[in-house]
């Protein structure tokens, strides 16, 4: 027992430091930490029913907004990040909408295809749609790995006025300035103002965090800087309109997605179970 404890932790406490698995330590409970460590372990091959995969033979989807379908990509066809994945990633992103429409239409969005691996891109409106589409979607693809992307956008920077990162940039520089302009970036770190994050990002940690423990899905966090001032410093993630990634920036989520895939194995015969749920969209 004691041997089997000391492994749970050292497999956890590596993937952390390397950065492959993330969680907040003031929201997860001890008992929850072992049981994603343990779920890592067995993903890793410390279980006979599981075996490695190689990355380009794995199945990749991704529902999210207009994030993830690319927008002010040039090329979202290659550059979207599930793209880069894998040139046969389904892309089911929808523009200027929230995880609702494909909780309630998971089947119809899916159909026969089978996945294995599932990135959920979904920053606002959380509470509705998100479980019940992770739901749907752990039911369908039991062996599945589901991750849930954690993000930022420098638009939702404020400061105390409620003026955001980009209307202070438009108002010095005009509203067609690079966003990886060197002086705008010197101008911004030196500003009078006091930025700060969005106050709600506490409680979309805490809804993520709550469904990845139900649903047995990993969350993945893009790097984001402590003080919101130094954005800047990874401006070249995002587009001129400081919501939307940059080609750079799907890059990136690839590279992370990759990275946490490569840590784990993924069965060589998923199962796949009967949708318990049937709609029509």
């Known amino acids: 027992m004691r041997r089997k404890a000391y492994s749970v932790f050292a497999v956890a406490a590596v993937l952390v430091a390397t950065g492959t698995l993330w969680f907040d330590i003031k929201e997860m409970s001890v008992l929850h930490f072992v049981r994603t460590a343990t779920s890592v372990m067995r993903n890793m091959g410390l279980s006979p029913k599981t075996s490695k995969r190689d990355p380009k033979e794995l199945r990749y989807a991704a529902f999210g907004t207009s994030v993830t379908w690319g927008s002010t990509l040039s090329d979202r066809e290659k550059s979207a990040y599930v793209k880069v994945l894998s040139p046969k990633g389904v892309n089911l992103g929808i523009r200027g909408t929230g995880p609702n429409y494909p909780s309630a239409c ?7 295809e089978v996945f294995d691996v599932i990135i959920l891109e979904f920053h606002v409106v959380l509470n509705f749609g998100l479980r019940t589409l992770t739901k749907r979607l752990r039911e369908r693809f039991p062996d599945a790995i589901i991750i849930i992307l954690r993000e930022w956008f420098p638009q939702s920077i404020t400061d105390k006025n409620g003026v955001t990162a980009h209307e202070w940039v438009e108002k010095r520089f005009g ?24 106050a709600q990002d506490k409680q979309r940690n805490q809804i993520q965090n709550e469904i990845a423990r139900e649903f047995d899905a990993y969350i993945l966090a ?7 001032r130094n954005w800047v410093s990874l401006s070249n993630l995002f587009s001129n309109d400081f919501l939307h990634k940059s080609k750079k920036g799907h890059e990136e989520v690839a590279k992370r997605v990759q990275n946490l895939v490569k840590s784990l194995n993924v069965p060589a015969n998923p199962k796949i179970v009967r949708w318990s749920s049937f709609d029509s969209c």
């Open 222 to 228: 893009m790097p984001k800087p402590q003080d919101p």
């Open 106 to 112: 998971t089947q119809s969005m899916v159909g026969d």
């Open 175 to 198: 509203k067609k300035k690079d966003i990886n302009d060197l002086k705008m970036h010197e101008a911004f770190r030196k500003s009078a103002g006091t930025w700060s994050w969005p």
